[in-house]
């Protein structure tokens, strides 16, 4: 993806994003997946946008596989579409931001290397819309250990992350290190180039305001993951700076009283446009439920900040977020049937707002 210096059009890209917004399923779409069988998902797929990833896939794969590859696919088009229709600044942040897919595609390697996990597995959850191309992705794949994978990436955003993680991976034979460092990498150098923001009323303010939300809402998951593993690990140690939330100290003593968690967020500046999904934060029954509730309030966050200054970044940060929800929760749906999970506990498994 190359820059350009033409003039920023967010309206353009805005108004071609409200109307991609527009076609994402809704709740009714989830409950006729959920009652579907893997072959009828597919069959439903092909009668809406995802038809042409579909068809485009259909004499290499069946079932859940094409539904996987399908997703990924359709997903990677609707970015590299956005990006076709951007210019100048908006252009610019829209593909740093991309590249969270490129940071997903490194962890999934990652974790698959580690797993010994096939390659075919490991290459169907990649998500091929970031900036590292089809030839360097294959060469990760190919790899045939972590430190082969760190060696591949040393001349990347994660490569000096990585390294100092290295040591830290061999000691424990936990993959959490280098995890952290790549997230770390991928949202330092987001913050870098967003800079020091004067005008706290300016597009660049809101973008930089979504980052720090992001932010700290990786930092509590990875923080209540990390406590419910039972680990020794220090959750402090883990910390991603940039947040306006919490500090590393006190995130690592909130993680183990979900309650008092839970006020701090709501007494925060995200407490007025996240009350009902902080309802949904302390109703949460397990991590997992915690997790989905987190989801859900992050794309409730993006959609407000959209509606405060609707010709900056974030109409399209919301959409990238719901877009993603949308490919996680019919990825959940077709795999909870092929286990054969009942509708409730596929159910369960759904972002939904």
């Excluded at 600044?89 to 999934?108: H, M």
């Excluded at 994660?158 to 770390?184: F, I, K």
Aim: hydrophobic share 40%; net charge negative.
């Amino acid at each position: 993806m190359s820059q350009t210096d033409s003039g920023s059009n967010p309206e353009y890209v805005n108004a071609r994003v409200r109307a991609r917004r527009a076609k994402l399923f809704d709740d009714d779409d989830y409950r006729k997946l959920i009652r579907m069988g893997p072959g009828e998902i597919a069959r439903y797929m092909e009668e809406t946008e995802y038809e042409e990833s579909m068809n485009a896939l259909g004499s290499r794969f069946s079932g859940v596989d094409l539904i996987e590859y399908a997703l990924n696919r359709n997903l990677a088009s609707n970015f590299e579409d956005i990006l076709g229709w951007a210019n100048g600044r908006i252009y610019n942040q829209i593909a740093a931001y991309l590249r969270k897919f490129d940071t997903w595609n490194v962890k999934t390697i990652l974790r698959g290397v580690y797993a010994e996990s096939p390659t075919e597995e490991v290459e169907a959850d990649l998500i091929r819309a970031g900036e590292l191309g089809d030839r360097r992705l294959q060469r990760l794949l190919e790899a045939q250990s972590i430190e082969d994978v760190v060696e591949q990436l040393s001349d990347t955003i994660y490569g000096p992350g990585l390294a100092d993680a290295m040591e830290e991976y061999e000691n424990t034979q936990v993959l959490v290190p280098l995890e952290n460092a790549v997230d770390r990498a991928f949202y330092e150098h987001l913050l870098e180039a967003v800079g020091t923001v004067e005008d706290v009323d300016s597009p660049a303010a809101l973008y930089k305001e979504f980052l720090q939300a992001e932010i700290d809402f990786r930092n509590v998951r990875n923080a209540l993951r990390l406590a419910r593993s039972g680990s020794d690990v220090d959750p402090a140690e883990y910390y991603i700076e940039g947040g306006r939330l919490f500090d590393a100290d006190e995130l690592a003593q909130l993680v183990n009283n979900t309650d008092e968690l839970v006020a701090r967020i709501r007494d925060s500046p995200y407490g007025s446009q996240l009350s009902t999904a902080l309802n949904d934060l302390e109703q949460a029954e397990s991590l997992i439920g915690f997790e989905r509730a987190l989801d859900a309030a992050l794309q409730e966050y993006a959609d407000h900040l959209s509606h405060v200054f609707p010709l900056s970044i974030c109409p399209v940060l919301a959409y990238l977020i719901a877009k993603e929800r949308e490919i996680d929760n019919i990825r959940a749906i077709a795999r909870g049937k092929e286990a054969g999970l009942d509708e409730d506990e596929i159910e369960a498994e759904l972002v939904t707002i």
